[in-house]
């Protein structure tokens, strides 16, 4: 059973001031993560990731092309999905405690009830004792702790990623990268993880998804992971299959990265856009 499908996707925005510009950035991309699976998206800057992960949470309509979540079409925001985004969601005049709680509350869970969860998943990503600090007294790796505790807390079906970790620093980076390992691992969710790092693609997923450089971007290759779980992303690097299977992907990609440096100086600015066409 797919747990997302996006089917056929072709997604086109134009310009409010000149509905004639417009710009394709996905045409006809068909993506599917399985129930459990973990699957990651690789793809030049500018290629449209993000914009395929949007349209998987809903945030964004397709021109065409259809969406499935457990089977069904979706319509308007994926539920059964949590997400975590590149920028920061924590809301600051809210503890790391209250800011996991929020989406608890906000689904109805009674209040001592959400705080006993909040602070058990908080717990559960290793900040036991800073259920008190706010954002803005936790560093960039706890915050990032906080936001993923927000989002499990919330027990998404699937798990929406957008470069959750391209701000930390790598040391920080691998242990984030090793603990979601961890409790995927632990509740196997299913995935999409956006990442421009082919390294961090291949150390976490089931499958890479190789995406071509942009307009009009679509998968180019697909790369089954059949690296032994369970996995520590930093040691991961040093076995030969690692190696095989970057050299093969890198490849596909090396390519496009290169059109998507060149793309991305000749593409039209789109000032003030509508949304999808
Ligand atoms: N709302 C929008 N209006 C106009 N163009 C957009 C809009 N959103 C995205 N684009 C364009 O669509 C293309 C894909 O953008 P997207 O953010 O999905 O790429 P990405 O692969 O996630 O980028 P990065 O690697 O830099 O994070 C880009 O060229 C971008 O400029």
Not at 44 to 59: D, E, F
Not at 74 to 101: D, H, K
Request: charged share 20%.
């Amino acid at each position: 059973m797919n747990a997302l499908e996006l089917q056929d996707i072709t997604v086109t925005f134009r310009s409010k001031d000149d509905p004639g510009q417009r710009y394709t950035a996905v045409a006809d991309t068909t993506l599917r993560v399985g129930a459990g699976e973990f699957v990651s998206v690789v793809g030049p800057t500018g290629c449209g990731k993000s914009t395929l992960l949007n349209i998987g949470a809903g945030l964004l309509q397709a021109s065409s092309g259809q969406v499935r979540v457990f089977g069904e079409p979706l319509t308007g925001i994926n539920r059964r999905a949590g997400y975590m985004f590149q920028a920061e969601a924590l809301m600051p005049w809210r503890s790391a405690l209250a800011n996991v709680m929020v989406g608890l509350q906000y689904r109805g869970v009674p209040e001592a009830d959400a705080r006993d969860q909040a602070r058990s998943w908080l717990a559960r990503v290793g900040l036991s004792g800073f259920e008190d600090r706010y954002p803005h007294q936790l560093s960039g790796g706890m915050r990032k702790r906080t936001a993923l505790a927000q989002v499990l807390a919330l027990d998404p079906d699937i798990i929406l990623m957008d470069e959750p970790f391209s701000a930390l620093d790598i040391q920080t980076r691998q242990l984030m990268e090793n603990e979601v390992l961890a409790l995927w691992a632990a509740k196997r969710k299913a995935v999409l993880f956006i990442t421009h790092d082919l390294d961090e693609a291949i150390a976490m997923s089931d499958r890479v998804v190789v995406l071509s450089a942009g307009p009009a971007t679509h998968p180019i290759g697909e790369f089954g992971i059949d690296l032994p779980r369970p996995r520590d992303v930093a040691e991961v690097r040093n076995q030969p299959r690692f190696v095989q299977l970057h050299a093969d992907i890198w490849a596909v990609l090396r390519d496009e990265v290169l059109k998507g440096y060149a793309q991305q100086l000749k593409k039209p600015v789109l000032s003030s856009v509508e949304g999808a066409a």
